[in-house]
């Protein structure tokens, strides 16, 4: 699969056990709602930060959006719409927002 920025994700069955990993893609504004209906309509757990203090919401870092959620396999996932550190000034960092119907 090739992204909108033309990172291509690969696919592969291995016969190990892989470590739980962390991925974050920096993502459009429109590919973010996309990603966050799909996690909400799929009854899948989301959150605004990597520990879960902010459960059923999602953070406004950078003046951005971001959302952290786990893959079936337990992998962190992370999709996000402002680079790390792009606005420090932001008076949203550290700011959360509800995600109606999130779990």
């Given at each position: 699969m090739t992204t909108a ?47 879960g203090r902010h459960p ?46 999130a779990r």
């Amino acid at each position: 699969m090739t992204t909108a920025n033309g990172v291509t994700l690969d696919f592969a069955t291995v016969d190990i056990d892989i470590p739980v990993q962390h991925y974050a893609f920096l993502v459009s504004e429109d590919e973010f709602d996309a990603i966050l209906a799909r996690l909400v309509e799929g009854g899948i757990p989301v959150q605004a930060d990597p520990q879960g203090r902010h459960p059923g919401r999602i953070n406004r870092n950078d003046g951005g959006r971001g959302v952290y959620f786990s893959d079936p396999s337990g992998h962190g996932m992370e999709a996000f719409t402002r680079p790390y550190g792009s606005d420090p000034s932001s008076p949203l960092n550290g700011v959360t927002q509800d995600v109606p119907g999130a779990r």
